[in-house]
């Protein structure tokens, strides 16, 4: 907040952009800021104060702020506006990945995954937070041939995951 903008105003930056959910209280040049989403604005119980402290603090004012805001889908893009009370026209969606390389591959490139896969799979990273409807991805792979899997990575709560099959057994019975 100090160093950054004065660094901005020697150097004559044109634009400045941050890409990690908080913006500048004040810099020389227009800034753009990077919010993938604002489940820390909306879901504050599921986020410790140690954890995600500066996007509390600062992803609204700068926003507000910001010349641009730049976000990851359209659903994103309402939830920005509502919550910030930003234009629309300000937030810009920028879809994450490379449709490009998006494609199936029948077997894991050798060496570079550690473990036997089951294939085809699909991937999970995240956690099992409710709000991330992992169940729902789990129903609607019940819908295909049992031939697909689902690999879940990243969870670090086991009482979520515990929650989750729990959930996943009583809709089985």
Not at 106 to 117: A, E, F, K, S, W
Not at 123 to 147: E, N, W
Request: aromatic share 12%; net charge positive.
């Amino acid at each position: 907040q100090v160093f950054f903008p004065w660094h901005a105003w020697r150097d004559r930056v044109d634009v400045v952009l941050l890409p990690f959910y908080n913006g500048l209280f004040f810099t020389p040049a227009p800034q753009v800021i990077m919010l993938h989403d604002i489940s820390f604005s909306l879901f504050p119980h599921e986020f410790p104060s140690g954890i995600h402290f500066k996007p509390k603090l600062f992803a609204r004012p700068t926003s507000r702020l910001a010349a641009r805001v730049v976000t990851i889908s359209e659903f994103s893009r309402q939830e920005i506006a509502r919550t910030y009370k930003l234009p629309p026209s300000k937030i810009i969606v920028i879809p994450p990945g490379n449709e490009e390389h998006v494609g199936w591959q029948t077997h894991p490139p050798v060496g570079r995954i550690p473990m036997q896969l089951p294939m085809p799979f699909f991937l999970f990273v995240g956690s099992f937070h409710p709000r991330r409807h992992v169940a729902v991805a789990v129903q609607a792979l019940a819908q295909l041939p049992p031939h697909f899997h689902l690999l879940c990575v990243g969870e670090q709560e086991p009482s979520r995951l515990a929650r989750l099959e729990e959930s996943l057994r009583q809709q089985h019975m």
